[in-house]
């Protein structure tokens, strides 16, 4: 939302005011978190532990861990293959 041109609060306003270019940031905010929780990407401050059946603080899913090495991963990808040649 940031390199839309404002936090998302500032995007719903503007969605809100008929921007239709912010109405689709709005709209891709909805979806990312749908397919967050969908896929159990979405860590929370509490989860329960599988093993122990207590509440744990702070719990990352193990879904969202492998999510952030592969987008990790991903990004370097992309940033050493599209990186510019120097000049010699």
């Given amino acids: ?28 905010l909805f979806a990312g978190a749908a397919i967050c929780h969908n896929f159990k990407l979405a860590s929370s401050g509490t989860a329960m532990n599988a093993e122990t059946k207590e509440l744990v603080l702070g719990a990352a899913t193990a879904n969202g861990k ?23």
């Fill in 66 to 88: 492998v999510a952030v090495i592969i987008c990790i991963i991903v990004l370097f990808v992309i940033g050493f293959t599209c990186k510019r040649e120097s000049a010699k």
């Fill in 1 to 28: 939302a940031v390199l839309a041109g404002g936090c998302p609060l500032r995007q719903l306003i503007l969605a809100g005011q008929g921007s239709s270019d912010a109405a689709v940031t709005v709209l891709g």
